[in-house]
């Protein structure tokens, strides 16, 4: 006599979930969103019936991961500096060591301050986003040559109900004539533009034009340092990320425009990943 089959669980499928995927957390968070779960839900009741609706929900987030798209194109969002950021494949998917970027720039506006920033190529919106959440008193201007990276942008400045910025259209400098500001703040693309990396991985699905910038990854970094000068007020700070490699090309660009203490910070990864520099 034969038995009926038993019907699908929560762990059952979080098991099969993990097979298809080489790491486990991520089979973790799509099973989670897939099923409207929260991370305490997911483990607490292994026993939970899933039904095929679900299930097929499921295998559809586990096969295009396993096809290379991005975990957060696949959720929707990433979290950064503590906030939950909306991303598409419009902008670049914001990376932790981004957050460097953030924390050089607090250091240098005291709680209180009412500082301009500008924050370059904000695609997400997350580094303004986060300087404009920690310091409510500073007005955040997001410039991005791309209508539909401000309109993400946008967004999440909207949805962590952030009044202090506003977003401009425009290629670097160029839309922001006769304006000024205390801290200048980007992270441009700096990958060169021959790297077989940008064949690999999540980078395969998000703009090039995020990430390519010659053929040594300086072009966008060398325009902005040198157009910095006339956009700062005096004894402001330009911040950049760029490459691991490149940081001693980036601090000689910089003290070729005059800027001074210029200095080079590295991640937490231990990586040279950005510079700051004062202008004279």
């Known amino acids: 006599m034969s038995t009926p089959d038993l019907p699908l669980t929560l762990g059952e499928l979080l098991r099969q979930a993990r097979a298809g995927l080489p790491h486990p957390r991520e089979a973790n968070l799509l099973v989670a969103h897939a099923l409207g779960l929260s991370a305490v839900d997911l483990y607490a009741h292994p026993e939970r019936a899933v039904n095929a609706a679900e299930a097929q929900r499921v295998n559809a987030l586990v096969v295009r991961r396993g096809a290379g798209e991005p975990v957060a194109h ?4 990433r979290e950064f500096y503590g906030l939950e950021l909306r991303v598409t494949p419009d902008v670049l998917i ?27 190529g ?15 008193e500073v007005h955040v201007v997001a410039v991005d040559r791309s209508e539909a990276a401000l309109s993400v942008a946008r967004g999440n400045a909207e949805h962590h109900h952030l009044d202090n910025l506003s977003f401009v259209q425009g290629t670097w400098f160029e839309p922001l004539t006769g304006q000024s500001f205390n801290i200048v703040v980007s992270n441009p693309p700096y990958v060169a533009s021959a790297d077989p990396h940008l064949k690999r991985g999540d980078v395969r699905f998000e703009p090039l034009t995020a990430l390519a910038a010659g053929p040594e990854g300086l072009d966008d970094l ?26 001693a090309a980036v601090l000689e660009l910089l003290a070729s425009e005059g800027f001074s203490e210029c200095l080079g910070h590295n991640d937490l990864a231990g990586l040279p990943r950005a ?4 202008r004279p």
Not at 74 to 77: E, Q, S
């Open 122 to 136: 904000t695609g997400s919106g997350a580094i303004a986003v986060a300087i404009a959440q920690a310091r409510p």
């Open 94 to 120: 914001p990376r932790p060591e981004t957050e460097l970027l953030v924390d050089l720039a607090l250091a240098r506006i005291e709680p209180g301050a009412r500082a301009q920033v500008l924050d370059l």
């Open 74 to 77: 696949l959720l929707g969002t």
């Open 275 to 278: 510079v700051s520099a004062r």
């Open 222 to 247: 060398r325009a902005i340092i040198s157009e910095a000068p006339k956009h700062m007020n005096k004894g402001g700070w330009l911040l950049l990320e760029h490459g691991a490699d490149q940081q």
